[in-house]
């Protein structure tokens, strides 16, 4: 059992974040990610579509046999999540809960906005959530289409991203919130800009570390942890890995290894 690795996927690079984050919080643990980028995005797809997708994706890495599955992906974890739960024999733990957590322990003034991609925000998964633990926080949404295709571009730094945020970061900033969920894999990858246009006062929060936390103690407490060796990493695309592999710099503290073609039975 302890041998078994960590399935992760996304719709495709985003979740690499989410990967960075389990690599240092569980370096001894292997790790299977799996990007669909046949089908990515998902921002901006059906709750149907989204479904099929990741109990896909999910089907593939149980016939690898993991120990868990973590859902790297923000529109997958708001729209799947349950069925998933429901028809996949191994644990699913996805990034909202992890990311509402975080929020309501991080602001002062109770007043939390969410960045997500139009299917995130749609779900209200963040407001649910929140509201869940603390039923007095005012939560403010902002569906930001255009973020994920900046990341993916390599644009973050470039004059057209500080404008593109500027408008999406206009209602936040009237909101008069102090914490904000970016509540996108790719978006920690604006950070700069982001905090930029927020100034110090506002608290970015990404799921990643707090998900990678609270991997670590499922896996102590069910018994399943490794304790030996250093873990390894497989990588899997759903089309050209060669493209996958080569935006996967930007984004990966360490270099990965070879990408593998997977296509799913849709
Ligand atoms: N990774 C997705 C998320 O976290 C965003 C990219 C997409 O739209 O597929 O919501």
Redesign the pocket.
């Known amino acids: 059992m302890k041998k078994q690795p960590i399935g992760v996927f996304?719709?495709?690079?985003?979740?690499l974040t989410i990967l960075n984050a389990l690599r240092r919080e569980l370096p001894k643990e292997d790790l299977i990610y799996f990007g669909?980028t046949a089908n990515?995005?998902?921002?901006?797809?059906s709750k149907e579509a989204v479904t099929r997708f990741s109990l896909a994706i999910a089907r593939f890495l149980e016939s690898q046999h993991v120990k868990l599955i973590i859902v790297?992906?923000?529109?997958?974890?708001?729209q799947a999540l349950t069925e998933l739960r429901k028809q996949i024999s191994v644990p699913v733990m996805g990034?909202i809960e992890p990311g509402a957590e975080k929020a309501v322990s991080t602001t002062r003034n109770g007043r939390i906005a969410v960045l997500?991609?139009e299917?995130?925000i749609r779900s209200n998964a963040y407001p649910k959530a929140i509201l869940k633990r603390a039923p007095k926080m005012r939560v403010t949404q902002q569906a930001c289409a255009l973020f994920?295709p900046l990341v993916e571009e390599n644009w973050g730094k470039k004059p057209a991203a500080k404008l593109i945020a500027q408008t999406y970061l206009t209602p936040i900033q009237q909101s008069g919130a102090d914490t904000v969920i970016l509540?996108?894999?790719?978006?920690p990858i604006l950070k700069p800009v982001i905090s930029q246009i927020l100034g110090k006062r506002v608290t970015l929060v990404d799921s990643a570390d707090t998900l990678a936390e609270a991997a670590r103690r499922f896996l102590l407490q069910s018994g399943q942890a490794c304790s030996t060796g250093k873990g390894r990493v497989q990588v899997y695309a759903s089309d050209d890995p060669t493209r996958f592999k080569r935006l996967a710099g930007y984004l990966l503290a360490d270099k990965i290894g070879a990408v593998r073609l997977k296509k799913l039975d849709l």
């Open positions: 996304d719709s495709g690079l985003g979740g669909d990515v995005p998902y921002g901006s797809k790297a992906c923000n529109t997958a974890s708001a990034v997500g991609t299917g995130t994920v509540g996108c894999t790719h978006y």
